[in-house]
């Protein structure tokens, strides 16, 4: 699974860099088109996401073990379910596009509407598929076939990337020929924003032939009376209302994060130019403190929510403890380290999604160093909320984000009323790492009084050596950084994108290596857990 998202990972980084080369990265364009194409998931999410992700699991899992057919005939009408939801949501999704752009472009003019509609009535139909994708995808995970939704995205990228360089053939990059609002045409919004759609829909539908080799015999089926859903639909209930409250404080957020695109030609047009950051680079930056968590923290996560699912429903507390415990061990050496990585390489990085401007480079290096602080802590809050779920608690969770969704939407308003417009989305940023803070100690505080100790004390003393052995890397790794020029607005770094990869390429190399010498020397166990799956691929 881990080797599946990281290539999928590694291929949307090159997706992402290449839309910062067909349209640059802190402009206009970038801005509308990052906003319109990011909302079909959050719209997904907002909706239906987490019931199909925390809720699908542990009743597949059920109607497997104690059904007679192996709970085809509970898994068929399930799918039908959510395919025929998933498709009335969508289909309320478009119809209402114009007042959603309208809503979430604060401040923006009527041309940037106009643009932001337009690529709205291509990109939302993404909401079925990404369901779609989920759907299938879990009833393969609960079948123990893990690695195929974890690689479907990867078709995905590639269908994107196809398309880009299509569109940068075509069109030209932005630094040599500006797309703007007043240039846009037709063809330009197929090959971005049609295409977009179409690699979605391709992760989707590639599903389909592994689900087919499970030999269950799936099938539409109609009529849910009877077949053991109430369980299922009370979970979901609570989990309907955890995610609408965690993407409406999301939401709001984006919605903040979008008012400095409305006032990019005030600044662009100051002597000097000033660059200010907006939705792309903070999604840019986004992207990357969530790498962790999406190759590592979650295929860890996935395994051990059918493994916490299991012992939750045979009693074995013990069992739950061992692997909560484990997980959260194994993903502190990759989460921490990550942390510390693109603080020291941020410039670079940065840089790497400029579209090969310096100074568009250092306004994203700088959001990145403020949200990574988040990244540990993000896989800490999934897996202590996937606890809950296994033991088909959803109203705990759903409490939880009460309280991380108030703190979200009054840190929004006030950034909204003082913050000013080129400082708002590093406030933005900052507010989704102390977010992850305070929704894992949350969940931290409700676990010790739900199952008493899980074993904290082991996983504090891991992860205070797993800190001070990143922390040592850290300091090889700056200074890789500074004998390369990083410290230096002329220096190798800045020239352009493909020295920025270089940077990062050996930087990289050399506070790995520092990294793993300085596990051995703080004693960290829990490295061998991590590598040991790649080690034994290795071998064979």
Not at 95 to 111: F, Y
Not at 174 to 198: D, I, R
Not at 203 to 220: D, H, I, N
């Amino acid at each position: 699974m881990a080797s599946g998202t990281l290539v999928s990972r590694a291929l949307g980084f090159i997706k992402t860099v290449l839309i910062t080369v067909a349209i640059g990265s802190v402009t206009t364009v970038s801005d509308v088109f990052e906003l319109a194409n990011t909302l079909p998931n959050l719209i997904y999410v907002l909706v239906a996401g987490g019931i199909f992700n925390a809720v699908l699991v542990p009743q597949i899992i059920k109607a497997s073990r104690t059904a007679d057919d192996g709970g085809a005939d509970y898994i068929s009408r399930l799918i039908t379910l959510a395919v025929l939801a998933l498709l009335g949501v969508t289909a309320v999704v478009v119809l209402l596009a114009g007042p959603i752009v309208r809503t979430m472009g604060t401040d923006w003019s009527e041309a940037q509407l106009s643009l932001g509609l337009t690529f709205a009535l291509f990109t939302f139909p993404q909401i079925f598929f990404y369901g779609l994708y989920t759907v299938v995808g879990q009833v393969l995970n609960a079948r123990g076939a893990f690695g195929w939704y974890m690689w479907a995205p990867v078709v995905n990228n590639v269908v994107a990337i196809a398309a880009l360089l299509v569109f940068v053939q075509q069109f030209g990059a932005y630094a040599e020929t500006e797309h703007t609002l007043q240039n846009w045409s037709p063809a330009k919004t197929f090959w971005l924003a049609a295409m977009a759609t179409v690699g979605v829909a391709t992760q989707a539908l590639v599903l389909f032939w592994p689900l087919r080799r499970l030999g269950l015999g799936l099938r539409p089926k109609f009529g849910w009376r009877g077949i053991g859903l109430s369980t299922a639909a009370r979970l979901a209930g609570w989990t309907l209302a955890t995610g609408i409250l965690a993407n409406l404080a999301f939401l709001t957020l984006t919605k903040v994060a979008a008012i400095p695109t409305g006032y990019r030609p005030e600044y662009l047009a100051m002597d000097p130019p000033q660059q200010i950051a907006g939705v792309a680079a903070l999604n840019q930056a986004s992207m990357l403190y969530s790498l962790p968590h999406g190759v590592i923290g979650l295929s860890i996560a996935t395994v051990l929510f059918n493994r916490m699912a299991a012992a939750s429903t045979d009693g074995d507390r013990a069992g739950m403890v061992s692997s909560l415990s484990s997980s959260l061990r194994i993903t502190g050496v990759a989460t921490v380290f990550a942390t510390v990585a693109l603080v020291v390489f941020a410039g670079p990085l940065g840089m790497l999604f400029s579209g090969g401007v310096p100074s568009a480079g250092a306004v994203i290096g700088q959001v990145i160093t403020v949200i990574a602080v988040g990244a540990p802590f993000m896989s800490v809050s999934f897996m202590l909320g996937r606890a809950f779920y296994a033991q088909e608690d959803a109203r705990t969770p759903f409490l939880v984000q009460v309280g991380v969704a108030l703190f979200t939407v009054v840190s929004a308003l006030l950034i909204w009323s003082f913050v000013p417009p080129h400082l708002i989305v590093f406030a933005v940023a900052g507010c989704y790492a102390a977010q992850n803070v305070l929704s894992a100690l949350i969940y931290h505080v409700v676990l010790v009084r739900r199952i008493g100790d899980y074993d904290v004390a082991r996983i504090v003393d891991a992860h205070t050596r797993i800190l001070v052995a990143s922390l040592l890397a850290g300091a090889v790794g700056a200074l890789a950084l500074f004998l390369l020029g990083g410290y230096d607005p002329a220096g190798f770094p800045w020239t352009n994108q493909l020295t920025a990869i270089a940077t990062v390429a050996v930087g990289g190399t050399v506070m790995g290596i520092a990294y793993l010498g300085a596990l051995k020397l703080c004693r960290v166990r829990e490295l061998d857990s991590l590598v040991r799956p790649l080690l034994a691929r290795l071998g064979r």
